[in-house]
């Protein structure tokens, strides 16, 4: 029994070594992994570059620009010095200074398919009355440049699809997924920057989903350097996936400071897909002016969730041939929760037309679900406005001072001066206390008062009875639909103890 304890004793300090042993092995191990996924990336990207260089496009157009009949720009119409500079500019042109002229822009590109689609930007090749195709010089390629046709354009997207005929079948690039790509996850931009020729540049996504103008932006930022000539252009992640098309740049001096956008693939394919059977986009239309949930519209009208996109107006459209009205809050399209008004455009947008959808919309304390067939968004943004009908008969103005503002009825007098249509109803705003809330959340004198607690008004009776009925039922704001040149827009105002 001494024997086996000894034993024993003399076996316990290497079974505690080995096992420190084991756990520093792995600690160790761990380590490792962890710093070479911090510096996960390619030693060059050369061979990346390699494999998509080849669909990569220079794009030159060419427009002809009418000449100048005079001196604009230089000096002003009517100064004494007009004659003389109209003189010295037709001495420096030789009497051709009113011809017409040629002029050249350039910009970048990429082939889509094997029979020669090539997708850009629009405004790269808007208004020119003739495009050039160059091929990066490889293996495969076209050794000269070839002339490109117009299918389609897209100037809501600044999206372009043309196309080329080939002799020999073209090297082309695949669209990736862009909702995949991660902010700091490596990208390559390539194209004809500042007329340079073919061009690569890496970085990293910067951010996503961003906003610059349009209705369906959803651009990618990266500080990959873009510059102009780049315009219309790949961005393309490391498997040599287009995920993004390169538009615009954010700069003080018109170079690359690193911020730059490009329009995210998937907005893109949508796009091309139409050019390519239509020639032209065919995007849903729902039929509403709508605007963004805050807080104190929410709370007024008793909205739980800061959600949804607020119904300002309904004009004669799929929404109005539904049952939907002014005040809805849509809360829910096609079975997506809405969170803002730019997610329901975008979503409207990619619906196909005539495509028949479930829209829940929260309207008087409940939720009502409406069937919308979808129209065209491009016919209705070419409808002729309806006629208005025969004005109501005049009304004796009567003014009041109430929530800082000045309110009059409306009279015909009132609705000439401020451009409204002859049968609109509400309370004119004649002035606007500048210390008081109203004044800071934007309503100014001109403005016109439709609705209070989305009940129409067309007297000062009625608003006051507004107001009463929401101190009553003890609501902080009362929720007013204001219209401005004719937009209407929802505004909540504070009612006070």
Do not use: C
Not at 185 to 212: H, Y
């Amino acid at each position: 029994m001494q024997r086996q304890a000894i034993a024993l004793s003399r076996q316990l300090p290497d079974m505690t070594y080995l096992r420190a042993l084991w756990i520093s092995a792995l600690a160790l191990a761990f380590v490792l992994v962890q710093a070479l996924a911090a510096t996960a990336r390619p030693e060059s990207l050369a061979p990346l570059a390699e494999q998509i260089s080849p669909s990569v496009v220079n794009i030159t157009t060419s427009t002809v620009v009418a000449g100048r009949t005079g001196p604009q720009g230089i000096v002003p119409e009517g100064s004494p010095f007009e004659d003389f500079f109209r003189e010295f500019q037709d001495r420096n042109n030789d009497g051709q200074g009113q011809r017409p002229r040629r002029s050249s822009a350039l910009g970048s590109g990429f082939v889509i398919s094997e029979d020669g689609y090539v997708v850009t930007n629009n405004h790269v090749i808007e208004g020119a009355d003739e495009i050039l195709i160059e091929f990066y010089p490889g293996e495969g390629q076209p050794a000269e440049q070839l002339k490109a046709e117009v299918i389609g354009t897209d100037p809501n997207t600044d999206i372009a699809l043309l196309k080329v005929e080939a002799d020999q079948p073209l090297q082309f690039v695949p669209f990736g997924d862009s909702d995949l790509a991660r902010v700091g996850d490596w990208v390559v931009a390539m194209g004809n920057p500042l007329g340079q020729g073919f061009s690569v540049s890496a970085g990293i996504v910067s951010a996503r989903n961003r906003a610059l103008s349009g209705t369906y932006d959803d651009y990618i930022q990266t500080d990959a350097a873009i510059n102009r000539g780049n315009s219309g252009g790949p961005l393309f992640n490391m498997d040599g996936e287009v995920i993004g098309v390169n538009t615009a740049i954010l700069s003080p001096n018109g170079g690359s400071i690193g911020i730059g956008f490009s329009m995210a693939s998937n907005v893109v394919t949508r796009v091309v897909d139409q050019l390519q059977e239509f020639g032209e986009t065919r995007r849903g239309w729902l039929g509403v002016r709508i605007q963004d949930v805050t807080d104190d519209i929410a709370e007024a009208i008793g909205l739980e969730k800061v959600a949804g996109a607020l119904v300002t107006s309904v004009p004669e459209g799929p929404a109005m041939d539904a049952g939907m009205e002014d005040g809805d809050v849509i809360l829910s399209f096609a079975g997506v929760d809405v969170e803002d008004t730019r997610g329901l455009v975008r979503q409207v947008g990619n619906s196909p037309v005539g495509e028949t959808v479930r829209v829940v919309v929260y309207r008087d304390g409940e939720t009502v679900t409406l069937r919308v067939t979808l129209g065209r968004r491009e016919e209705a943004e070419g409808a002729v406005p309806a006629v208005a009908t025969a004005p109501d008969e005049p009304e004796e103005p009567v003014t009041k001072e109430v929530l800082g503002l000045t309110l009059s009825s409306l009279t015909d007098e009132l609705r000439e001066q401020l451009g409204a249509a002859e049968d609109q109803d509400g309370l004119a705003v004649t002035d606007v206390d500048e210390t008081s809330e109203a004044f800071e959340k934007g309503l100014r004198a001109g403005d016109i008062i439709t609705e209070a607690r989305q009940q129409k008004v067309t007297s000062i009776a009625d608003f006051e009875t507004r107001l009463e009925e929401v101190k009553d039922a003890g609501r902080k704001s009362l929720l007013l639909l204001v219209r401005r040149a004719g937009d209407p827009r929802f505004v909540a105002l504070g009612v006070g103890e």
